[in-house]
C-alpha cells in the first residue's frame, strides 16, 4: 500500500499549510499524522483522521475523505517548521505503512 | 510518563547481525495493553516500520525486511529487542522504538529518541 504526500509545503507566519496524503480508497482507513522536527523523534498530532492528542494545539485538525486525507496546520507559527507523516494500518499484509513526507517551510 | 530508550552499537560491519534493545519505563509490556514496535528512517529520508511484538511472543513484520528480522520480547527486563541480520550499507540509519497503541488501527504514540546505526568496514 503507497501513501504519497508532496515532498514540501511553504507558508507564511500567520496563514493556513494544507499537506496531502493521497492512496487508494484512503478514505476507507484511518489515518494519523506525525510532525518530526530537526534531530527529533517524531510525535503524533493526529489519530483517526481527526482526534488531537492531549496537548497539541487546536490549530491542528485533520480530514479523510474518498483518496485524500489531510492535515490542515491554521495559523501557522514559525515553530510548525517540521517534517509531516502519514500513517496507516495495511490490514491485509498487518504491517504499518508510512507517507514520505512532506517537509513544511515557514518563510 | 511513558518512556523508551534505544540502546546497542553504533557500528556494525557489513554481513554481521545489527542488534538494538528498547528498554521501557513509565508502562509494563506484560500488562498487555500494547503493542510495542521497532521503526527506522535512512539519513535525510522518510519512516519505515520493521515490526512489532506483543508481550505473548506474537509479531509482525515489513515484508520487504522480513527474511531478515526478528524481534523478541523480554518481560521479565521490560524490554524488547531487535535483530537485523546480513546488514549491508543501506540499513544504516536511525532506528526507533515505539509503543503501539491498538485503539482503532495501530499507530505510534510514543518513541523513543533514536539511536544511529551505521553500517560499514
Known amino acids: 500500500y503507497v501513501l504519497t504526500q508532496p515532498p514540501s509545503v511553504s507558508v507564511a507566519p500567520g496563514q493556513t499549510a494544507t499537506i496531502t496524503c493521497a492512496g487508494n480508497n484512503i478514505g476507507s482507513k484511518s489515518v494519523h499524522w506525525y510532525q518530526q522536527k530537526a534531530g527529533q523523534a517524531p510525535v503524533l498530532v493526529v489519530y483517526i483522521d481527526t482526534d488531537r492528542p492531549s496537548g497539541i494545539p487546536e490549530r491542528f485538525s485533520g480530514s479523510n475523505s474518498g483518496k485524500t486525507a489531510t492535515l490542515t496546520i491554521s495559523r501557522v507559527e514559525v515553530g510548525d517548521e517540521a517534517d509531516y507523516y502519514c500513517?496507516?494500518?495495511?490490514?491485509?499484509?498487518?504491517?504499518?505503512?508510512f507517507g514520505g513526507g512532506t517537509k513544511l517551510t515557514v518563510l | 510518563q511513558v518512556q523508551l530508550q534505544e540502546s546497542g552499537p553504533g557500528l556494525v560491519k557489513p554481513s554481521e547481525t545489527l542488534s538494538l534493545t528498547c528498554s521501557v519505563s513509565?508502562?509494563?509490556?506484560?500488562?498487555?495493553?500494547?503493542?510495542w514496535s521497532w521503526i527506522r528512517q535512512h539519513p535525510g529520508k522518510g519512516v519505515q516500520w520493521i515490526g512489532y511484538?506483543?508481550?505473548?511472543?506474537?509479531?509482525s513484520y515489513n515484508s520487504a525486511l522480513k527474511s531478515r528480522v526478528v524481534i523478541s520480547v523480554h518481560t521479565s527486563k521490560n524490554q524488547f529487542s531487535l535483530k537485523l541480520n546480513s546488514v549491508t550499507a543501506a540499513d544504516t540509519a536511525i532506528y526507533y522504538c515505539?509503543?503501539?497503541?491498538?485503539?482503532?488501527?495501530?499507530?505510534?504514540?510514543?518513541w523513543g529518541q533514536g539511536i544511529l546505526v551505521t553500517v560499514s568496514s
Open positions: 500513517q496507516v494500518w495495511e490490514s491485509s499484509s498487518d504491517e504499518g505503512v
Open positions: 513509565g508502562d509494563s509490556i506484560r500488562s498487555g495493553g500494547h503493542y
Open positions: 515505539a509503543r503501539t497503541s491498538t485503539v482503532t488501527t495501530p499507530l505510534f504514540d510514543y
Open positions: 511484538i506483543f508481550y505473548t511472543g506474537t509479531t
